[in-house]
């Protein structure tokens, strides 16, 4: 009798191995076998427990066949086949047991997981553990930059302490004070490109105070913290954008041969220019001190000596420097003269929020402070208006570009009151009194407008009156040859002027500006006659002499007749 399929094979007789059995069991993800091959369990493993509320089947009773309720089992198993005979062998019951790693102890777990947090550093190790290494990193540069500090302290040769005991001669230092300022730079390639062949004419320095070097500079200043400042020197390019001390500059007259120290002190001046009052202030004390007596004092103009047209050229190039100096000293003396009194025991910096503001203007004694302030500017402001409306006094033969260095000294003068009263000070102030209605106002506004109002007529004039440089530097540069042909560019110009000319054009000052060209006609005519005052009349001769007055005739007859031309009105308006 044939066993059923699926059950459990007789007492007695052995079930066959087959050789799936007897090969090693799969793993865990491989499908599971063939139903009625399943190897039993292993005997330490105990049956997965019925679900609850469902009875084990009874011992002998088959398994639940076909059409069982799928919520009650999800597969069919024979149970008997899970239960092993009594009469298989230990090998064969060795071969169906599956291997299972034995569980390991709970203290072994606990080792491993301390063991790998150990190899594991924490967050705050690891950014820990890059410091060393930054600090070696700043070591490493500390020691690069004192390397390159020493590599340019070899390269001072005797030229270049030639240079620092001038320097150091100047501004009151000693020689290894200077040579050490110097070595802060990080290169001496401007003195390398100076004292080589073919090099650079100039080398620039500035002594002025800056920030103190960092570490780039190869040393440690002792008692220099963070944001603490030093007397500096700046060699040519690494100089700052604003000039505020003294320029020191050396100069080469020739550099087709390097210099060297034996002819140094012959082949390179030396000069300074001191801005520690301003700049413009440091270049007209230079220019008037130095350059202009220098050229002055010049006899040997080289090619320029040779034809009166360089002599022309000298006494144009003079004239230049003369007016650029008379115009400098005008620009620095306005910021000295129309400055605003400055108000001490005012705090204007708690006067710029509305609600500050309306504090103060709720105050009776904060307004009559400020009222007081504001009178004090008012007075100030309409003694300028009054002095501008007066009548100027002018040398007799003062020329037109005269006029027009007048009214730029104007134009700057009212522009820079203006930038004063848009300043926050006095914002500040007409703030306050407009909120507490003061009557002080009403005549600050007018004060305002009239000021105003003067500064659109200077800079209105200057824009105009520019025309005439042009036309008339022929008269300022004793050419009446080339005068002659410009003297209706010139009647031109002033007739341009007062056509279009919003303020310039009454007859008070078109009078004035041709009592001024014709000052200047007959200065020109003077000295074209006398060679620029350096030859009298009876030196020369009779037939020269004759000529050039005949010149300047034609130039007065020139000018007459374009002064006729114009209608009756020109003088009415």
Same mark, same amino acid.
């Given at each position: 009798m044939e066993p059923e399929e699926g059950g459990p094979p007789p007492q007695g007789e052995e079930a066959p191995r087959s050789s799936e059995e007897a090969a090693p069991p799969p793993p865990e993800s491989s499908a599971p076998p063939p139903s009625?091959?399943?190897?039993?369990?292993?005997?330490?493993?105990?049956?997965?427990?019925?679900?609850?509320?469902?009875?084990p089947p009874p011992a002998g009773e088959a398994a639940p066949s076909e059409g069982v309720t799928p919520a009650l089992s999800t597969s069919v198993v024979d149970y008997r086949t899970l239960v092993p005979s009594e009469e298989e062998d230990e090998e064969t019951s060795q071969a169906r047991i599956r291997p299972r790693i034995a569980p390991r102890p709970v203290q072994s777990v606990l080792s491993d997981v301390l063991s790998q947090s150990?190899?594991?550093?924490?967050?705050?190790?690891?950014?820990?553990?890059g410091i060393p290494n930054l600090q070696e990193t700043l070591r490493e540069r500390q020691a690069r930059f004192r390397d390159a500090r020493e590599n340019r302290k070899t390269k001072i040769d005797p030229g270049y302490k030639y240079i620092?005991?001038?320097?150091?001669?100047?501004?009151?230092?000693?020689?290894?004070t200077v040579e050490e300022l110097i070595l802060d730079c990080p290169s001496l390639d401007p003195f390398i490109h100076f004292f080589e062949k073919d090099g650079c004419k100039t080398l620039k320095l500035l002594y002025q105070e800056g920030d103190v070097p960092g570490i780039e500079c190869g040393r440690t200043i002792a008692g220099a913290g963070k944001g603490s400042k030093m007397m500096r020197l700046y060699v040519d390019s690494a100089a700052p954008d604003k000039l505020k001390g003294l320029c020191l500059f050396f100069v080469r007259c020739r550099n087709d041969v390097a210099l060297n120290v034996k002819s140094i002190h012959e082949d390179v001046l030396f000069t300074v220019l001191?801005?520690?009052?301003?700049?413009?202030?440091?270049? #007209?004390?230079?220019?008037?001190? !130095?350059?202009?007596?220098?050229?002055? *004092?010049? %006899?040997?103009?080289?090619a320029l000596n040779q034809s009166k047209q360089g002599e022309s050229e000298r006494q144009i190039f003079t004239e230049t420097i003369s007016r650029y100096l008379s115009f400098l000293d005008g620009k620095i003396s306005i910021e000295g003269t129309v400055m605003l009194k400055k108000i001490d025991n005012v705090d204007f910096s708690r006067l710029l929020t509305f609600k500050e503001v309306t504090s103060a203007a709720g105050n009776?004694?904060?307004?009559?402070?400020?009222?007081?302030?504001?009178?004090?500017?008012?007075k100030q402001i309409e003694q300028v208006l009054i002095e501008s409306e007066q009548m100027r006094k002018e040398a007799d033969d003062s020329g037109p570009?005269?006029?027009?260095?007048?009214?730029?000294?104007?134009?700057?003068?009212?522009?820079?009151?203006?930038?004063?009263?848009? #300043?926050?000070?006095?914002?500040? !102030?007409?703030?306050?009194?407009?909120? *507490?209605? %003061?009557?002080?106002?009403?005549?600050?506004?007018?004060?305002?407008?009239?000021?105003?109002d003067t500064a659109n007529e200077s800079k209105d004039n200057v824009r105009y009156l520019y025309t005439l440089e042009k036309v008339c530097q022929p008269l300022y540069n004793y050419d009446l040859v080339s005068m002659a042909h410009?003297?209706?560019?010139?009647?031109?110009?002033?007739?341009m002027i007062h056509g279009v000319s919003r303020y310039y054009n009454t007859s008070e000052r078109m009078t004035s500006l041709f009592i001024k060209v014709t000052n200047q006609m007959v200065t020109a005519c003077k000295a074209y006659i006398t060679e620029g005052g350096l030859i009298h009349v009876w030196d020369q001769e009779t037939p020269v002499v004759l000529k050039k007055i005949q010149v300047c005739e034609s130039i007065s007859f020139s000018e007459s007749k374009a002064f006729t031309t114009w209608p009756s009105v020109l003088f009415c308006s």
């Open positions: 009625g091959d399943e190897a039993p369990p292993p005997q330490a493993e105990e049956a997965p427990p019925p679900p609850a509320g469902e009875a150990a190899r594991r550093p924490s967050k705050f190790r690891r950014s820990m553990s620092f005991e001038i320097l150091a001669e100047k501004i009151g230092l000693d020689h290894v001191d801005a520690s009052k301003g700049l413009l202030s440091g270049i #007209g004390k230079m220019l008037a001190s !130095v350059f202009l007596p220098a050229i002055l *004092a010049t %006899s040997n103009w080289g009776a004694e904060t307004v009559h402070q400020l009222e007081d302030v504001l009178m004090i500017w008012y570009l005269t006029e027009l260095e007048h009214w730029k000294r104007m134009s700057a003068k009212f522009n820079y009151i203006i930038e004063q009263i848009k #300043g926050p000070s006095c914002k500040a !102030v007409i703030n306050v009194l407009n909120v *507490a209605h %003061s009557k002080l106002l009403k005549n600050w506004r007018d004060l305002d407008a009239r000021i105003t410009g003297i209706q560019n010139l009647i031109n110009a002033i007739r």
